[in-house]
């Protein structure tokens, strides 16, 4: 990561055409796993793309043939994802693509590997944005029932960091105890991720990164991708996709 970022001209050309095929309110889809391969190159042009999308390729098939909650969590288990290897905050943990090679994450990349790979195969799962840890929710029926203050109701959820199977009474551990007892969980913690949700915390979890390890090529890199997607969406009308803008704030990593 010594290069400046004057070196990634290329990769920021890239991850600039994929930014103006995003839908920002959409749902986590194709074109934003395609949007987080590409900015995995942009910290790391050496990246193995191919075979990056083999792996989740894969997984997809794997999933296909047991799409329940359980099936699900086989599947990833069988593909050897989950964990966040030696180092928490290493910044591979967030980038999709050096995740799907290394098979670790943090619970937001390896969420949004999860949902993409089995929405290829017709199964919807959706990302939930928990305060410090992003878990993966399987609706209801053949898509999302409402309660009645209009929250999601799941049939179970996933935590694709372990990965494991997880109900509500689970979730509520979880937000305690990576609160350390300040947050409990509320309905609106339950809300479905989109597409700026997701690219939002994902560099939230890169800047992170860059300053635990006082990392500052890295740190100038964030911040030039973010000023990118700023630019990009705010011409799209999105002005508010890019910034650290969450209502949470540092709640908003992992």
Not at 114 to 133: D, M, N, W
Request: net charge negative.
């Amino acid at each position: 990561m010594g290069e400046r970022w004057t070196d990634r001209g290329r990769e920021l050309a890239l991850l600039t055409d994929r930014l103006q095929h995003l839908t920002p309110d959409g749902g986590v889809d194709d074109a934003l796993f395609d949007l987080l391969l590409t900015l995995g190159r942009v910290f790391d042009p050496e990246v193995d793309l191919a075979k990056a999308v083999a792996t989740i390729d894969r997984l997809s098939e794997r999933i296909s043939s047991d799409p329940s909650p359980r099936g699900v969590v086989r599947s990833l288990m069988e593909s050897g994802i989950g964990g966040a290897g030696p180092s928490f905050l290493s910044w591979r943990n967030s980038s999709v693509a050096h995740a799907l090679l290394s098979g670790h994450g943090l619970p937001l990349t390896l969420g949004a590997i999860t949902v993409v790979a089995a929405g290829r195969v017709g199964c919807q799962l959706e990302l939930i944005g928990l305060p410090f840890h992003v878990v993966v929710g399987c609706p209801v029926g053949e898509g999302t029932s409402e309660t009645a203050d209009g929250s999601p109701r799941y049939d179970a959820f996933i935590d694709a960091l372990v990965p494991s199977v997880c109900d509500v009474h689970a979730l509520e551990t979880l937000v305690e105890r990576n609160s350390r007892g300040r947050l409990r969980l509320e309905p609106s913690m339950l809300a479905v991720m989109s597409n700026r949700d997701v690219l939002v915390r994902v560099l939230n979890n890169l800047e992170n990164a860059a300053n635990a390890g006082r990392d500052l090529p890295l740190l100038g890199l964030v911040r030039v991708v973010r000023a990118v997607a700023y630019s990009v969406l705010s011409a799209s009308g999105e002005s508010e996709a890019s910034g650290r803008s969450s209502p949470s704030g540092r709640h908003m990593l992992n």
